[in-house]
């Protein structure tokens, strides 16, 4: 291995398939990396869970992750991110990437009148995490936050295209319509999946933030000053799917949120 | 205490609220009787997991319960039920009730033309844990099974009278309307609260089986042939709650699921 080059995997950690959003950025813009995929499916969802369980749930996955020998992890989930990142950083050397931030700094930059909406699970919303942070980036946005149990179950179990899911997701955005957002972050992994109908419902002058793409961004820049350490110039990087419940389901979902991309090898870990 | 009453209460154990309906059932039959309810609220939902995981939690949640000194343990979460009774009743030595035996039962009474239908989650539905015990009350029972996997988010969201619960219902069960079921078991405690959706999807002919009312009548027939103790005559029951997770929302849920009847005191452990 030459100076200054790693070929160890960056481990990806969320609560169950919604991470794989994250995962895909991130494969599509670095193909010579290995990464490490776990999915915390036996404790799956976070989003309803309190700060105090999140926390200890993310720190038991990023021990385990740093025994794996990663070299950087980036934690995919919005609630472990608003919850964990903080402790997180305080237990482990490798450099450690939220998804929080890249999304509020999309946010920041893409928002016309400094009004912007945010939407997550419950315990995301609760924390704090995002208006927090996006007013640090700039004390004058205008946040509003809401919480949206529904839409992680609407996307689990395939019902985007229903009639249902648009009455559902209607009702629930109402708050951010009525406060006339210009942007709009998707703050869970899982809504990218319900993007369409969540741009229906806002409007087409309202920009959605996927921060996949933004966590994408965010880890280039890393590699680039070398916070990260790039995979050697040539290498294939191989992908590992680390899974705390049996896999069926985690691999018939999963290849949905891969873009029909099938998932195999799947390894069910003890943590 | 005299000979042949015991004044420990009976532990009533969940993967998070839906058990309450149970509870509920179970404190208006026995006033005079104790109760422990644990609500394993870190870890749930139980029905989307596998069945070792859900074997591995219920074992740990009853030795938890029976060092606690319960005097029985009623597995009201019907996951739990199909997957862990077996090995439950394998390791502890007080009396154990699920609730699919019963169900069954009453759904076996009930039924007219022996076409059953039973609506549950993922992982009780694939375990085939109805089916079987119908067939063992009577093999020309003709049984039909179904995962709603959507029911359960939309009951503890609340969504029970918007249209849009009413479409998903609709077109969940389409396979039972067109399965023409005479009877229908609601194979999962959440379900109750949905029963008047439910109903008016599957019209009145159809008879619905809330097993919380056929578990108290079990109860009621374990304590009358002393198999459970009852409580000294002129006893007043106490109720415990115990939640796995911060108890705020487990509140106001519960209050739901209890008629509005406030739940106070509840218990934060770790297992």
Not at 101 to 119: E, F, T
Not at 195 to 204: C, S
């Amino acid at each position: 291995m030459s100076v200054g080059t790693d070929s160890h995997p960056i481990g990806v950690f969320d609560s169950g398939v919604g991470g794989l959003t994250v995962l895909k950025a991130l494969v599509r813009r670095f193909p010579e990396e290995g990464f490490i995929y776990l999915g915390d499916t036996a404790r799956v969802p976070y989003g309803a869970k309190s700060a105090r369980t999140v926390e200890r749930y993310t720190l038991q996955v990023a021990s385990y992750l740093v025994k794996r020998e990663v070299k950087a992890l980036v934690v995919a989930c919005n609630t472990a991110s608003a919850l964990g990142l903080a402790a997180l950083r305080q237990r482990v050397t490798i450099p450690v990437q939220g998804v929080i931030q890249p999304g509020c700094r999309m946010a920041a930059r893409l928002s016309r009148g400094g009004l912007i909406g945010v939407i997550g699970t419950r315990t995301t919303v609760a924390s704090g995490a995002y208006p927090h942070t996006l007013h640090f980036l700039d004390p004058a946005l205008r946040v509003t936050s809401l919480a949206c149990p529904l839409f992680v179950p609407l996307v689990e179990e395939d019902w985007v295209s229903h009639a249902a899911a648009r009455m559902i997701v209607e009702e629930t955005l109402r708050p951010l319509v009525a406060a006339s957002v210009d942007t709009l972050i998707l703050g869970c992994t899982h809504y990218p999946l319900l993007k369409e109908v969540i741009a229906g419902v806002m409007g087409e002058k309202v920009a959605l933030v996927d921060s996949a793409e933004a966590v994408a961004e965010e880890m280039a820049s890393h590699l680039v000053k070398g916070i990260v350490r790039p995979a050697p110039p040539g290498s294939q990087g191989r992908l590992t799917y680390l899974v705390t419940d049996v896999a069926d389901r985690f691999q018939e979902v999963a290849t949905r949120f891969l873009d029909g991309v099938p998932v195999s090898h799947v390894e069910m870990i003890d943590l």
